[in-house]
């Protein structure tokens, strides 16, 4: 199907031969120009695309590993950077500040052996709504006296003082009631609750 250890030579090549910092999309286009995703050439767009970002992520988190006693690879939600390293124990240090939430997601390949057209569309779906409430979260959050960096606890507990207080029942407005409930909607899709 696809070859691992030709996706993470070819990934290792070219942030080498790279000037710096690098996007997904050019190190994607680069494994797409040495056919390794050949594979999935016949599969649907969103699909495929989804795969050939799998792979590309599992192959980078493999690669930081295994070269992570000469290279710090830092990979970035845009940006991938490669740097030859100096010191001995750089190894702890890289480990230390990626992700590990989306490090496991992407080591882990029965994400990519279970994807299907309708599990990537319901991603997508989903990608787009919380992407939609981040672009409104400044505004939620001033709705619910919040700073960004609240909780999903302390958003909790500001919605149920602030509904209370809105509810047209203990003299509030419905105006100010609807304010309070889209508030907690925005933040909720925003922190990916469910309802």
Known sequence: MWDKAAVCTHLFDALRNSDGVVSEHDLIRYLDSHQCFAAFAEEPANLRLFRKHFITRHC???????????WRLDIGTMNIELHKLAGADARAAQLSVVDASLREYYLDLTHLEQADVDSVET????????????????????????????????IQQAYRRKVQRAHPDQGGTPAEFATVQEAYEILRQRFGKPR
């Not at 980078?60 to 000469?70: D, G, P, T, V």
């Open 60 to 70: 980078l988190y493999r690669l930081q590993e295994e070269i992570s006693a000469q």
């Open 123 to 154: 991603l997508l779906r989903d990608f787009w709504q919380r992407f939609a409430a981040a672009d409104k979260s400044a505004d939620a959050f001033a709705a619910l006296d919040l700073d960004s960096a609240a909780s999903w606890t302390e």
